[in-house]
């Protein structure tokens, strides 16, 4: 994904952290912060609902979100004052590598907050790595523990559910853009090929094409329009991102539901 330069306002630097909190798209507790990880509940700040809902899986109670989810493409988001009153407060701040404005936003504000670097990604095993190590890293095991029991539970049975939903009975051969592989993998599909974050050439399209998948696995956030055109694959829209309620089990139940649509139809 190619990084995008993003600007502080002057004004932001100049700003500190008496400035009013009105972070648009907070979330997941709005409580006072309790002493900080150290006395309480750590104060987490995360750039998009992506972070936010892996910190809220992991057992965060006091979350704010930076991006708002109406944000078609979180890393040409530009930052507020009010976001780095968000970020002074914060003992965590969880960030993506492909959203450069992170550190700067921890550094305008003066924070003391420790960045936490995630390579987001909705593999299922990734998803219960992640969880475990930001548990231990908030102090919350137990409840990230307990998340990701129920994650394994409801992972379960839309794998179940979208087993049945087999065209023929058969698994279905899929192209997927590079984030919506981990879709791809809940529906037990066959992955005849990728593509993506860069630009589908004419080349890669006629490859792809001669597969014969299908399906195409679209990611909504960087969509490339209708992928194979005429090649007769109905093509799916994944959702990656969250919703403000920060439910990260609501990606996985929203992408399996739009597959077994299609799936059904086909």
Known sequence: MAHTRVRIPLLAL???AGLSLTVAG??????????????????????TTWEGAF???AGAKNVEVIVPSSAQHAPDY???????????????????PFEPYAEKIKEAAGSDAELVEQA???????????????GKLFGTEDAAAEWNKSFDTGYATLQKDLKSAWPDGKAPGVVAQVFSVW??????AEVLGTYGP???TAKQLSELSRKKPSFVL?????????VLPGSGARQVGVVNYPGEDLDLLSVYRDAARTLEKEMNAA
């Open 14 to 16: 100049t700003l500190g």
């Open 55 to 57: 910190a809220k899986a």
């Open 183 to 188: 879709t791809a993998k809940m529906a037990g």
């Open 26 to 47: 907070c979330a997941s507790g709005s409580g006072d912060k309790e002493g900080g990880a150290k006395g309480g509940a750590p104060a987490v700040v995360a750039t």
């Open 120 to 134: 987001l990604d909705n593999d299922a095993g990734k998803v219960r790595a992640e969880v475990t190590r930001l």
């Open 198 to 200: 860069e630009t589908v």
């Open 78 to 96: 530009d930052p507020k004052p009010s976001d780095l009153a968000a970020v002074a407060d914060a003992d965590f701040v969880l960030y993506a």
């Open 218 to 226: 679209d990611n909504v956030h960087m969509s490339s329009g209708e």
